[in-house]
């Protein structure tokens, strides 16, 4: 893994994705690297003094700049990018994390909800610039409705340029004419969709409450606590 630093930057732009849901990018110091799916700390400015948040990565390391997507939720932090203009600079801690690719896993299945998308979309933005997958990828993305799938288009283009990887949306509140799955990510789904679920390992990531109710359906599932790679948005940082 690169080793941890501290270093300034700057916002370049901030791209709206879905509704209440943003992407900010940074300028990239050349000098630094990261691996696909890691975390990092960022400091930025407010009246109210400086805040600080953790955030994955949504950008890969093959683009040339760091981005992190998140949703406004109206929080002081939220309010505090939201105000932030080109050329603002902000502080970041990286790289941080061991949510990545590992070596020797063959099929990899991701149980993600909403903006736990990110490290994921990092994973696959890397592979599809790199033109190639070495394993099998399952993606399990659940979210409320159609209009709010972070990425979705991009999605849909990583599996049309890579085989091997497929994604599997679950949709909580969908609208009349969806034919997918219905509901949240349940063991019946996943054992749907996987042939062999015994045989992956499994990539969760979300808020605790979507990491814990994942790791149930794992339990039901009977997955052995050594084929799972967790990463619980809104854990303190370490």
């Not at 997507?69 to 002081?76: A, H, K, L, V």
Request: hydrophobic share 40%.
């Amino acid at each position: 893994m690169a080793a941890r630093i501290t270093f300034t930057t700057r916002l370049a732009e901030s791209v709206p994705r879905t509704p209440g849901t943003v992407s900010f990018r940074f300028e990239k110091p050349k000098s630094f690297t990261y691996k696909a799916g890691q975390w990092f700390i960022l400091t930025v400015p407010s009246a109210e003094g400086p805040q600080v948040h953790r955030f994955t990565f949504s950008s890969a390391p093959t683009e040339p700049f760091l981005e992190f997507t998140t949703r406004m939720s109206g929080s002081t932090f939220k309010n505090a990018l939201l105000e932030m203009v080109p050329g603002t600079e902000v502080e970041m801690e990286a790289p941080i994390g061991k949510f990545v690719l590992r070596d020797g896993v063959e099929r990899m299945a991701c149980l993600i909800g909403g903006v736990g998308v990110t490290p994921v979309r990092s994973i696959l933005r890397s592979l599809a610039d790199a033109g190639a997958c070495d394993r099998k990828i399952v993606v399990f993305f659940g979210n409320v409705a159609e209009d709010g799938i972070t990425f979705k288009e991009e999605l849909e283009a990583i599996q049309a340029q890579l085989p091997d990887v497929r994604v599997v949306h679950v949709l909580s509140r969908p609208g009349d004419d969806w034919s997918g799955h219905r509901g949240r990510i349940r063991a019946e789904i996943v054992d749907g969709e996987l042939a062999d679920p015994g045989e992956w390992t499994y990539y969760v990531c979300g808020p605790p409450p979507m990491v814990e109710s994942m790791q149930e359906v794992l339990e039901k599932l009977k997955i052995p606590r050594t084929q799972v790679v967790l990463e619980k948005f809104g854990a303190p940082p370490a």
